[in-house]
């Protein structure tokens, strides 16, 4: 429950913003991040929130780690596995307009 | 011999995965220079974040520290400083018939005669959710009373914070076992077996509170604070960093992880949860009363507060002793730093993950849990 993970902003619609993680889509909430955010913006989200805006100059660098985390996800890795559950912390994008 | 030889040494670095080896190279011959310079050993130094003993034991960081260097997981896993009592009001509330929602390692935690688990398998309705979003939705969805048990530090709990601020439905409240982090920091400071001699910060934690808040910290105790990132790099860094400030005697707090942490931090989360929380003391599992550790709701909060809308009597859980095993684990002591989870002799034997003695072993960031999947002792350098 430590670890945020950055995502790239899609859309905003008000409170939410829609959130590519990977390819992986999820809604995040606004409600506690201190910038406004736009399409194009990574966020790192913690727990279904996005809590920072990446700065541009920072995102290749943020990246990284879960960039080898999730090519070299083997079964049963903590670190990855907790890096999934905040991915899933996000609501599903798909289930958004139902 | 005050470090690892080089030949040794290199061949760690070269095993390990790290995006950047020339970098990785620098840092760990920087860190083990660092270390001599100090000319005794050993130093000890302290993380305080799950995430972080997983990165040290998923690239094998301390088979590059050098010998003389100890890096000890402190009470970093929000899962395993949840105090017994507090699992008992989520269990004797289940096994009123209300819905609880939770983070998923709470279930198996064990409290004083049963676990979240337990209570589940015998009918109560218990509900593993990722968000605080998601314990609002499950509200939405029925009549019933809804508990969200909500646990975790400070970055877990502004998230419950902003629900609390966004308008619960009126069938939801909260058990708030929330804990804050700069307390405890001072708890083990003060111990007087401690060893630590500076803090490794947890860089996700420091982005809601800014590096700031250690502040107060450092000039209290003359102890230097490093906030850190996450990659094999950032650890390293944020080490080579802390060992040059015990070796300057110059104790401040430095921030290594400026691509996501600032000094003032986000305020906006921070004022939305001193909005709704309010610090009070209180115990963390296996360690002791941490004046102003824990999270818990403002009075202006006393109608959504499970606490206040149900009565929990926990004595009925009392009446059964705890078993026997679990008074022989050592899980607060471990998050003290007073002892390696290699040091339980329960470790790996009676208690594992699959049939967990104590919450160290439970949770994705708890220290014996960690050390079980990585390989049992994967401290290589540890030894003076």
């Not at chain 1, 995502?7 to 201190?34: M, S």
């Not at chain 1, 966020?43 to 879960?66: K, Q, W």
Request: glycine share 8%.
């Amino acid at each position: 429950m430590c670890l945020g993970v950055p995502g790239k902003v899609i859309e905003v619609n008000g409170n939410i913003a829609t959130v590519d993680f990977w390819g992986v889509r999820r809604q995040v909430q606004l409600d506690v991040i201190d910038e406004p955010v736009a399409a194009g913006d990574y966020i790192l989200n913690h727990v279904g929130f996005a809590i920072r805006r990446i700065p541009d100059s920072e995102i290749a660098e943020t990246l990284a780690l879960y960039e080898q985390l999730i090519k070299q996800a083997e079964q049963d890795d903590l670190m990855a596995e907790d890096v999934r559950n905040e991915i899933a912390g996000a609501k599903d994008d798909s289930r958004a307009g139902s | 011999m005050t470090h690892v030889p080089g030949a040794e040494r290199d061949q760690a670095v070269s095993e390990l995965k790290f995006r950047d080896p020339v970098r990785a190279r620098g840092l760990v011959d920087a860190l083990a220079q660092r270390v001599a310079e100090l000319g005794r050993s050993p130093v000890s130094v302290m993380h305080v974040c799950g995430s972080h003993e997983q990165a040290i034991a998923k690239f094998g960081l301390r088979s590059t520290f050098p010998r003389g260097l100890n890096v000890i997981m402190g009470p970093g896993c929000p899962v395993c400083i949840t105090d017994t009592p507090e699992v008992d009001e989520g269990v004797v509330l289940a096994r009123q018939g209300i819905h609880i929602a939770t983070y998923g390692d709470m279930v198996r935690v064990p409290g004083t005669s049963m676990s979240l688990a337990d209570a589940q398998a015998e009918g109560a309705k218990i509900h593993v959710i990722y968000s605080a979003a998601q314990a609002v939705e499950l509200a939405r969805a029925t009549t019933d009373e809804v508990v969200f048990f909500a646990t975790g530090f400070e970055t877990t709990a502004v998230a419950t914070a902003a629900v609390v601020l966004g308008g619960l439905p009126p069938n939801l409240s909260i058990l708030s076992a929330h804990k804050y982090i700069p307390p405890v920091m001072e708890i083990v400071a003060e111990m007087p077996q401690t060893k630590v001699e500076g803090f490794l910060a947890a860089g996700h934690a420091a982005t809601i509170t800014g590096s700031a808040v250690f502040e107060p910290f450092v000039a209290r105790h003359h102890l230097p604070v490093v906030v850190a990132g996450f990659e094999p790099l950032d650890i390293l860094a944020g080490l080579v960093k802390l060992v040059e400030l015990i070796r300057d005697r110059t104790p401040q707090v430095v921030n290594m992880f400026p691509r996501c942490v600032t000094r003032d931090g986000n305020r906006r989360a921070q004022d939305q949860l001193w909005k709704v929380f309010r610090p009070t003391g209180g115990r963390w599992r296996g360690i002791a009363h941490v004046p102003n550790g824990n999270l818990r709701l403002r009075d202006e909060f006393a109608a959504i507060d499970a606490r206040r809308r149900f009565p929990i009597d926990l004595a009925s859980l009392w009446d059964h002793a705890p078993a026997a095993l679990v008074q022989s684990c050592i899980c607060g002591d471990i998050m003290a730093g007073l002892s390696a989870p290699t040091d339980c002799k329960l470790f790996g034997q009676e208690c594992t993950p699959e049939k967990p003695v104590g919450a160290c072993m439970v949770s994705s960031e708890g220290a014996c849990k960690i050390w079980h999947q990585y390989g049992g002792h994967p401290d290589l350098g540890g030894e003076a």
